[in-house]
Structures are given as C-alpha cells and as structure tokens.
C-alpha cells in the first residue's frame, strides 16, 4: 500500500473561503450580527485594564462632567469615570450570565436525564420543580441574596436555582420521546448499562436544544443581574455593574442622563447580541423551522 502524497493535495482558495462566508451571513444574518457584538463585549471586558482607567477611583472635583475627549462618558456624581465603569460592568454581566447558563444547563441535563428514564424519580423531582416554577425568580432571588453576604458567587446560584426547571423540563420531554426509539431499544436490547444509555445515546439528542436554551438563560442572567442591583440585592454597591451605575444615578437623570443612558445601552446591547445569536442558533440547528419562517 503507497502512502498518499498531501503535498500535491491543492489547498482551499481564498475565495471560495469568502464565498462560503458570504453564502453563510446570507443565510445566517441574525446568529452573525449577535456573535459580533458579543465578542465585541468579551473583548472588550478581556482587556478592560488596558482601554479604561480605575473604575473605582472618586474625584469630587469633576463630578458630573459631560462627555469629553477626555472623558468620553463622562462622569457620575461622585466623580467616576463612567467609560471605565461601564466597562468593568461588562465583565460582571458576562461572567454572571455564562455561569448561570453553564451550572442550569449541567445540573438541569443531569437531573433531566434520569427523571425522564426513571418514572419514581421523575413523579419526586417534577413536583419540586413544580413549587420552584410557581415561586416567581426575582423574588427568590432576592429572598437568597437578602439571607446572605452580597457578592457574585450568591447573585450566581440565586438566579441559577430558578432556571433548573425550565431546563429539567426540557431535557424530561426530550428523554421521554427518544427513550422508546429502535435504537434506544437495540441498545438495551445489546446489553448497554443505563449510564451508557443516557449519556451516549440518549444525551446527543439533547445538545442542540439545550444551546439554544443557554442563550435564552444567559439573557435573562443578565437582565435579573441588572435588576437585583439596581434593587440593592445583587453585588455590592462599590463593585462596577450596570445595575449598580442605573441604581446610583438615577436621581440625576435630568442632569446627567449620560450616567444612565451608558451603562442602559451597553445592558441593551449585549441581551440584544445573546438573543439574536439564539435566535440564528435556533433556526441554523432547526433547518425545519427555519424554512416555517
């Protein structure tokens, strides 16, 4: 048997790279234009050190200046530099939103799995998801941040608790339609343990929702981040988040709408930016749905 010479094999061109890029942002607008902007933020919030000053330090002296070349935010009214501020903010939003998307959809997947092969599991466990879906998710929130210090870490597992049933849910229905399809049968059939069922058969079958559905959690982090701040029950209020600037200037509105308009656009933009990529994300691994539309 002769080996294959790859050193004669053509590489792609670079247009037909181009080509297949612009075919894709035809077919795909909404995904794009949300993973732009998003990576604009994580960017953004990565090198925050390097574009943006301390976020933390008050000069009494320039507060409440309008924007400027060199403030180009301006300042609140204890003399921050809301530029640095709203950047640091970008990195409490993402950090709290990814992780409330990454620990709701590894317990939810989890737990959904075997409440939705094991019947005496499910009956216990989708009635406690059940009273947590009737207790509305700010409330409880606020109820678990409120028992404890603030910090991010507590604002995380506050808003990831309320999420597991929605993804539980999820994941059950799921499991309930595969779990008597032929090849989940053949498996048994062939001998295969239950934890090989779940998670080599059964669980593939749940990735592409379970994307989708971390978009749409990561969203709503944000947006109860934000509110538990601006409420007084999220992060402490010397720690740099959107929530936290809207909160402590709203009184000078008026005056200095620039306080609040940065730090409202920014929380617009990045919930707008994760909504979309579910959005092109749902239809690009539901072609289906897609030509519904």
Not at 16 to 39: D, S
Not at 100 to 128: E, K, N, P, Q
Not at 138 to 143: F, G
Request: hydrophobic share 55%; proline share 8%.
């Amino acid at each position: 048997m002769t080996a294959i010479d790859t050193s004669t094999v053509p590489a792609p061109a670079p247009g037909n790279r181009l080509v297949r890029f612009g075919r894709f942002a035809r077919r795909n607008p909404t995904m794009l234009i949300g993973a732009a902007i998003l990576i604009f933020f994580v960017t953004v919030a990565i090198i925050a050190p390097l574009i943006a000053g301390d976020p933390m330090l008050k000069l009494p002296t320039r507060r409440l200046q309008p924007p400027s070349p060199e403030l180009r935010f301006g300042t609140d009214q204890l003399g921050q530099d809301v530029f640095a501020r709203t950047v640091y903010g970008a990195r409490v939003s993402l950090i709290v939103g990814l992780s409330v998307a990454t620990i709701s959809i590894l317990i939810g997947l989890t737990i959904g799995l075997f409440a939705g092969y094991y019947r005496r599991f499910d009956a216990v466990v989708m009635r406690l998801m059940d009273g947590l879906m009737a207790i509305p998710a700010i409330l409880l929130a606020i109820a678990m941040v409120s028992l404890n210090q603030g910090s991010i870490g507590i604002v995380i597992a506050a808003i990831s608790i309320p999420e597991l049933p929605r993804v539980v849910r999820l994941v059950r229905s799921i499991v309930l339609s595969v779990k008597e399809l032929p090849f989940v049968e053949a498996a048994r059939a062939c001998g295969a343990k239950t934890p090989r069922i779940l998670f080599r058969h059964i669980m593939p079958s749940t990735i592409a929702p379970l994307i989708v559905q971390a978009t749409y959690i990561c969203a709503s982090a944000i947006l109860v981040e934000a509110s538990l701040s601006f409420l007084g029950a999220g992060v402490p209020p010397e720690v740099p988040s959107w929530g936290n600037m809207i909160a402590s200037s709203r009184l000078y509105l008026a005056r200095a709408p620039w306080t609040i308009f940065c730090p409202a656009i920014a929380l617009a933009l990045v919930v707008l930016a994760v909504n979309l990529l579910g959005d092109g994300l749902r239809d690009r691994l539901d072609p289906r749905l897609s030509r519904r539309l």
